[in-house]
């Protein structure tokens, strides 16, 4: 089929990334029609909801490029499937990742679908990331791959979405490093284009994420920050708050700085360490569940990992459990922080096969 | 790059500063800064150049300079009438219609309140506001002219019903008194503003619509009437507007009167002229497309219109694009903004609400500029995805 006729459906925020992907495709001769997913509008304390400048930037860009613009109202979805997962996690002691479900509970599923329902042949978004599919290659196989700029990467976030959505996506930006978005945004005279980025859990914000938590699930118990020797050396706000690894937000004032190395929910004790070689916060190997693979398992277990986004890339060997959800990986160097909760993505080169949850 | 004109249409909303009477204000800044309640001579000096600039605002409204008082905008003045009068009268009523400026509704909204609502030309009928009235009743907000839709109300008609229902109540041994204040702010560049010929007890005015700054107002209140003041302090403004006096403002706003009031029935010519041909040209262009509000009694730099099926936010962006520049009453439903208060009133659905748009025309306004407004609102609507 002729790109002329393809119509494509791309999700624009109101920033730079999602603008340049609309006028990257139109100027490849795509039917082009952007869409403003509301996800949130809620003001919180001390930070007042930007949603409706985004909103008004995303219609601008459309207005700029002549495409057709809608918006897709997504609130009540997004609170279900990822705040409240969010804050569910966060109360059972772990470190959610809530864009990750975003893209895939929101973006490639309810954007995707409701998009395909109202006409579209593909969805784009500004992520950097690149997609293989039969759209633009002859390949057979659908294949997620890791942006040209290393730095903004973003298949991080990517991992989940499912094989069907990634057939029928395009990631234009996934060519281009961030400068040469920002430049072709002014090439474009989009009025995003020196708009700054925005940073963090969108909702949340500059707010912070203790912030928003204390707003929605209120004042945590207070209890008790141990040491490796036993010692308890201060008081915590909320076990909640706190993450493997964490150096900062600690009250318990004075020297050398401390660690978190763990936490017991039941007990309500957050543990601490001095030291950053602490056997508890270096780990040599994963446990991974609910792991989704891009399409099917590898065959070859030797791969590369990524416990965060950006983190740098440690070699791994999988091992294949009794149950197909669950993974080990055996690391070739010991990681530091690996957090319960969080995402592992595993690549082999420049391919993500898939990932999981660590646990 | 094809350079876009710059077509301004929003003149409802902010005028530019007259630059003859930037002139008038620039000495008042960092020359003639001293505080006019100072007592040596230079302040003195200052203090007597506001007594000037009030005494001309004074003769050219009818009024006497003591009448006046002077605000920091046209909102500032619109609660000091309501809140003024209501604070000192906290038992009474006030009545206002449902096409008032927010500055008003809000204030009003805090006391024993009534509204009468208008027609669905915008216009409110004596009738209908004699039989809100009651002996609680102190205080009626009428709008002169309305800022969305233009509709001039029959303020003579009113102030003559007021007056004869107080004359009535006086008679009756009721000593509640009956006031009439307006928000003339949309009107003193097009109206005849003098006060007694109105007939009202109080009246809103605002430089920032009429060529002079903003943040600069004034309230006419009529000898007699004793209000209650907003803000305390060093006593300013015959003890109801503290605070030292805004002293290029109050230049300004003095210069922008005079001007807006020698002009008026020049301008008004001018541009009922240009409104009437943009409204012709519109339905030639565009037969769907609706006036709203009363064509009669109408500002003559008004036009305010539907466009069925369309999203005003869109054309406003499209328009903006190739450099002109108007007001959308209210957003599309997907800003959650409250639909406009004066279209609902005047019988539009939330649907044709979001459909409509605002020009409004000034002094640079021309014949050409409303061909080339015509022209691509007509290109704009063409477009499938509109």
Redesign the interface.
């Known amino acids: 089929m002729s790109k002329l006729k393809l119509k494509v459906f791309v999700g624009l925020s109101g920033g730079v990334d999602s603008s340049v992907t609309a006028a990257l495709l139109k100027e490849q001769g795509y039917q082009v029609t952007g869409v ?1 997913m ?1 996800n949130w ?1 809620k003001d919180l304390p001390g930070m007042p909801c930007p949603w ?1 400048q985004d ?2 930037d995303a ?2 860009v ?3 490029l ?4 809608k ?1 897709y ?1 997504f609130e009540k979805e997004y609170r279900q499937k990822v705040v409240e997962y969010m804050l569910a996690e966060y109360q059972a002691g772990r470190t959610p990742n809530p864009d990750i479900m975003c893209n895939q509970e929101i973006k490639f599923k309810l954007f995707f679908d409701t998009a395909i329902k109202d006409g579209a042949d593909l969805v784009a978004t500004g992520h950097y990331a690149r997609v293989v599919n039969s759209y633009n290659s002859k390949s057979k196989e659908i294949q997620l791959l890791r942006a040209k700029d290393e730095n903004k990467d973003q298949t991080y976030f990517l991992y989940r979405v499912s094989e069907s959505a990634l057939a029928k996506t395009l990631f234009p930006l996934g060519d281009y490093t961030k400068p040469e978005v920002r430049k072709l945004a002014k090439k474009f ?1 989009l009025v995003t284009a020196n708009k700054a980025e925005s940073m963090g859990i969108c909702f949340v914000g500059k707010v912070g994420i203790k912030d928003f938590l204390v707003h929605e699930l209120g004042p945590q118990k207070k209890g008790d920050v141990v040491d490796e020797h036993s010692r308890t050396v201060g008081q915590h706000e909320g076990a909640i708050f706190y993450t493997i690894g964490q150096r900062h937000g600690l009250d318990v004032g004075g020297g050398l700085p401390y660690y978190v190395t763990g936490k017991d929910m039941k007990k309500n004790i957050v543990y601490v360490s001095t030291d950053l070689n602490d056997k508890s916060l270096w780990d040599s190997s994963v446990s991974v569940k609910d792991v989704h693979w891009i399409s099917a398992r590898p065959t070859n277990k030797n791969i590369e990992v990524r416990t965060r986004h950006r983190a740098k890339l440690v070699k791994g060997v999988l091992e294949f459990g009794e149950y197909s959800a669950k993974v080990e990986i055996q690391l070739k160097e010991d990681v530091r922080a690996i957090t319960p909760g969080q995402s592992i993505v595993f690549y082999q080169g420049d391919v993500v096969l898939g990932g999981g949850i660590i646990y | ?1 094809k350079q876009a004109p710059n077509i301004y249409m929003d003149y409802a909303a902010a005028t530019p500063l007259d630059p003859k009477i930037l002139n008038k204000m620039l000495p008042y800044f960092s020359d003639n800064y001293y505080n006019p309640s100072a007592t040596y001579l230079s302040a003195q000096a200052v203090a007597q150049d506001i007594a000037e600039a009030r005494n001309k605002i004074a003769k050219g409204l009818g009024v006497k300079p003591v009448e006046i008082i002077f605000t920091a905008g046209g909102t500032e003045a619109n609660n000091l009438a309501i809140k003024g009068v209501m604070e000192r009268f906290p038992e009474a009523q006030v009545i206002t219609s449902n096409i008032e400026h927010e500055s008003v509704l809000r204030s009003a909204e805090k006391y024993s309140y009534s509204q009468v609502r208008v027609a669905s030309d915008g216009r409110l009928s004596t009738a209908n506001l004699e039989k809100e009235l009651t002996d609680k009743t102190v205080l009626v907000s009428i709008i002169l002219a309305n800022n969305e839709i233009g509709t001039i109300q029959s303020i003579r008609k009113i102030s003559a019903l007021i007056e004869k229902i107080g004359q009535a109540r006086e008679k009756s041994g009721n000593n509640m008194p009956l006031y009439l204040h307006t928000d003339a702010s949309q009107a003193p560049l097009f109206l005849d503003l003098h006060f007694s010929r109105l007939g009202v007890d109080m009246m809103t005015l605002n430089g920032g619509k009429i060529y002079g700054p903003k943040q600069s107002g004034l309230l006419v209140v009529k000898t007699g009437i004793v209000l209650y003041p907003l803000i305390d302090g060093g006593g300013q403004e015959r003890q109801l507007r503290s605070g030292t006096e805004n002293v290029p403002a109050i230049i300004g706003l003095s210069e922008a009167i005079i001007s807006a009031q020698k002009h008026h029935k020049s301008e008004s010519l001018r541009l009922t002229k240009l409104r009437d041909w943009f409204i012709t040209e519109l339905s030639r262009e565009i037969p769907d497309a609706l006036i709203n509000g009363s064509l009669k009694y109408r500002l003559p730099n008004n036009i305010n219109i539907t466009i069925p099926g369309t999203d005003n ?2 054309i406003m ?2 328009l ?2 190739l450099g002109i520049q108007c007001a959308v009453g209210s957003a599309c439903s ?3 903004d409250q639909p406009s208060h004066v279209l609902e009133a005047i019988g539009l659905t939330d649907e044709g609400a979001q459909s409509s748009l605002r020009f409004s025309l000034g002094r640079t306004t021309t014949k050409q500029d409303i061909n080339y407004v015509i022209k691509s609102l007509k290109k704009i609507c063409s ?3 509109i």
């Open positions: 403003y509301k509008s409706k909103y008004q219609k601008r459309a207005v700029q002549g495409i057709p613009f918006m109202d005279g | 790059m936010e869109r962006m499209e903006d694009e997907a800003s959650n477009k499938k995805y």
